[in-house]
């Protein structure tokens, strides 16, 4: 059994962690960190793991990755990278789901997160952790920079317009739909119940953090800088995620045609399930799993591929895509605790 420990456990991405680790077949919890419910039982902060993890939890400390073999980091940015270095010193392998390793070039971060990088020097050694895309380089990895929720949805349903010269990739806009719980457990006023039911708002127009991480993982692929328009709502759901994306077409392509492209592309991909033509992605068909639904469709009017991909935010968004991570980088097969149907209704 391998040895797992986790920072950040008493929150939403934490608990989801937890909840698929304890029935994870090859793994055993040692360790769970918090800052403010720290000295309490995990079971008292998460009263659904009630009967399945009870362990006191402790503060964060460097000795904490010197007794697992995979730590994960389910901290707020900026916390992660004031701890790396010295975790990364145990020996343990790290998965950050963080934002704080997920973009390569140190001054892209500072741009966008209004912050400077603590240590530039460690994220050339930290891979992108989007499995079906750097499958490989993740089993070698020692630190794995988890993707963000919005561009798991985004990345998956752009992916195969790149390299095709069928697609005008400078023409994409991403329109995508979370719900609360993407936001985090700690309370602010724009996730607090009378403000978030019974309301659908859009933010970050033009400036979300998500954009530079969707742009840089379809620059790599396509080997030339990609500019998206990207913009994100909030929806009065707890968990989901839906991305509706519209590609400019640059030659007559069948409805029948892109789906086959999409079937071609992912067919050896467990979690992405490319839907029949003419049914599109719902996140309620995602809920739960770490599947990536996706739908596509052809405005032969406009000449314009629409593609729409479901996600649950804290799976395949964050924490059941992070457990895949750790499959992969321990060696075991990829799908070991995670290939379950998603809950319907
Ligand atoms: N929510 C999502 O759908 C989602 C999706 C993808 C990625 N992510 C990313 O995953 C990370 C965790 O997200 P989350 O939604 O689980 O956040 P969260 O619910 O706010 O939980 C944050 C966790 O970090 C701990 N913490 C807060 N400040 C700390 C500090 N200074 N030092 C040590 N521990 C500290 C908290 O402990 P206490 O509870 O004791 O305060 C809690 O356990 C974030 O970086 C987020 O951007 C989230």
Same mark, same amino acid.
């Given at each position: 059994?391998?040895?797992?420990?986790?920072?950040?456990?008493?929150?939403?991405?934490?608990?989801?962690?937890?909840?698929?680790?304890?029935?994870?077949?090859?793994?055993?919890?040692?360790?769970?960190?918090?800052?403010?419910?720290?000295?309490?039982?995990?079971?008292?902060? *998460?009263?659904?793991?009630?009967? %399945?993890?009870?362990?006191?939890?402790?503060?964060? +400390?460097?000795?904490?990755?010197?007794?697992?073999?995979?730590?994960?980091? *389910?901290?707020?940015?900026?916390?992660?990278?004031?701890?790396?270095?010295?975790?990364?010193?145990?020996?343990?392998?790290?998965?950050?789901? +963080?934002?704080?390793?997920?973009?390569?070039?140190?001054?892209?971060?500072?741009? %966008?997160?209004?912050?400077?990088?603590?240590?530039?020097?460690?994220?050339?050694?930290?891979?992108?952790?989007?499995?079906? #895309?750097?499958?490989?380089?993740?089993?070698?990895?020692?630190?794995?920079?988890?993707?963000?929720?919005?561009?798991?949805?985004?990345?998956?349903?752009?992916?195969?317009?790149?390299?095709?010269? %069928?697609?005008?990739?400078?023409?994409?806009?991403?329109?995508?739909?979370?719900?609360?719980?993407? *936001?985090?457990?700690?309370?602010?006023?724009?996730?607090?119940?009378?403000?978030?039911?019974?309301?659908?708002?859009?933010?970050?127009?033009?400036?979300?953090?998500?954009?530079?991480?969707?742009?840089?993982?379809?620059?790599?692929?396509?080997? +030339?800088?990609?500019?998206?328009?990207?913009?994100?709502?909030?929806?009065?759901?707890?968990?989901?995620?839906?991305?509706?994306?519209?590609?400019?077409?640059?030659?007559?392509?069948?409805?029948?045609?892109?789906?086959?492209?999409?079937?071609?592309?992912?067919?050896?991909?467990?979690?992405?399930?490319? #839907?029949?033509?003419?049914?599109?992605?719902?996140?309620?068909?995602?809920?739960?799993?770490?599947?990536?639904?996706?739908?596509?469709?052809?405005?032969?009017?406009?000449?314009?591929?629409?593609?729409?991909?479901?996600?649950?935010?804290?799976?395949?968004?964050?924490?059941?895509?992070?457990?895949?991570?750790?499959?992969?980088?321990?060696?075991?097969?990829?799908?070991?605790?995670?290939?379950?149907?998603?809950?319907?209704?």
């Amino acid at each position: 059994m391998k040895k797992i420990s986790i920072a950040g456990a008493t929150g939403y991405t934490g608990i989801e962690l937890l909840r698929l680790l304890v029935k994870h077949p090859e793994v055993e919890i040692v360790t769970l960190t918090a800052e403010s419910h720290a000295g309490k039982n995990i079971a008292d902060i *998460a009263p659904s793991l009630k009967g %399945w993890v009870d362990q006191t939890l402790v503060k964060l +400390s460097p000795e904490l990755a010197t007794n697992c073999d995979v730590l994960f980091l *389910a901290l707020p940015h900026t916390t992660s990278m004031q701890n790396v270095p010295e975790l990364l010193k145990g020996g343990c392998k790290i998965i950050d789901l +963080s934002a704080d390793y997920r973009l390569h070039d140190a001054k892209v971060y500072t741009d %966008w997160y209004k912050t400077p990088h603590l240590n530039p020097e460690i994220i050339k050694q930290a891979v992108y952790g989007l499995p079906e #895309l750097h499958r490989d380089t993740i089993k070698q990895a020692q630190l794995v920079a988890n993707p963000g929720c919005y561009p798991t949805s985004a990345i998956l349903a752009l992916a195969p317009f790149m390299q095709q010269d %069928w697609a005008d990739a400078q023409s994409i806009i991403i329109d995508s739909k979370s719900g609360v719980s993407g *936001a985090g457990r700690k309370l602010r006023q724009s996730t607090h119940f009378c403000e978030a039911n019974e309301s659908v708002t859009a933010y970050g127009l033009g400036e979300h953090r998500h954009t530079p991480e969707i742009e840089q993982e379809l620059s790599g692929l396509e080997g +030339s800088d990609i500019t998206v328009s990207f913009s994100p709502h909030l929806m009065p759901m707890t968990r989901g995620m839906l991305s509706t994306a519209y590609v400019n077409l640059k030659k007559n392509v069948t409805r029948d045609a892109l789906h086959a492209h999409f079937v071609k592309f992912y067919k050896n991909e467990r979690f992405v399930r490319v #839907l029949e033509v003419g049914q599109y992605a719902n996140t309620a068909h995602v809920a739960g799993s770490n599947f990536c639904d996706i739908g596509v469709q052809v405005d032969t009017r406009n000449q314009r591929a629409i593609v729409t991909s479901a996600i649950d935010n804290l799976m395949k968004g964050a924490s059941s895509q992070a457990i895949q991570n750790m499959n992969l980088m321990l060696g075991i097969d990829e799908t070991t605790g995670l290939d379950a149907p998603p809950l319907f209704p």
